[in-house]
Nanobody, 126 residues
Framework: QVQLVESGGGLVQAGGSLRLSCAAS????????MGWFRRAPGKEREFVAT????????SYADSVKGRFTISRDNAKNTVYLQMNSLKPEDTAVYYC???????????????????WGQGTQVTVSS
């Protein structure tokens, strides 16, 4: 059974940092595109960041560019989201996602991902 489990969320003051982790189990995702999305209260889920299978290609939402960094450790079957200079508007549930296809490029569209984690809450206080 494939599982994506996010961790690392919590409460942080504006300007602070958090690092989210997404650990995959049930199969390897070392050949698959991974992504992070988030859902703020009262809003639809939105794209945050994505990384291709090798880590050589990434893409970010404009709202997080320059502050967030996505990375992966294929040996650990884990993807990370380093979040710096956090703002109250970053408050959301953050979700990890994985594509079923191998050796694809970055994916910014939610509907193209096949596997999802349960989410981890990030709250940024002002």
């Amino acid at each position: 059974q494939v599982q994506l489990v996010e961790s690392g969320g919590g409460l942080v003051q504006a300007g602070g940092s958090l690092r989210l982790s997404c650990a995959a189990s049930g199969r390897t995702f070392s050949r698959n595109t991974m992504g992070w999305f988030r859902r703020a209260p009262g809003k639809e889920r939105e794209f945050v960041a994505t990384i291709n299978w090798s880590g050589g290609s990434t893409s970010y939402a404009d709202s997080v560019k320059g502050r967030f960094t996505i990375s992966r450790d294929n040996a650990k079957n884990t993807v990370y989201l380093q979040m710096n200079s956090l703002k109250p508007e970053d408050t959301a549930v953050y979700y990890c996602a994985a594509d079923r296809e191998s050796y694809g490029g970055v994916i910014t569209t939610e509907a193209l991902y096949d596997y999802w984690g349960q989410g981890t809450q990030v709250t940024v206080s002002s």
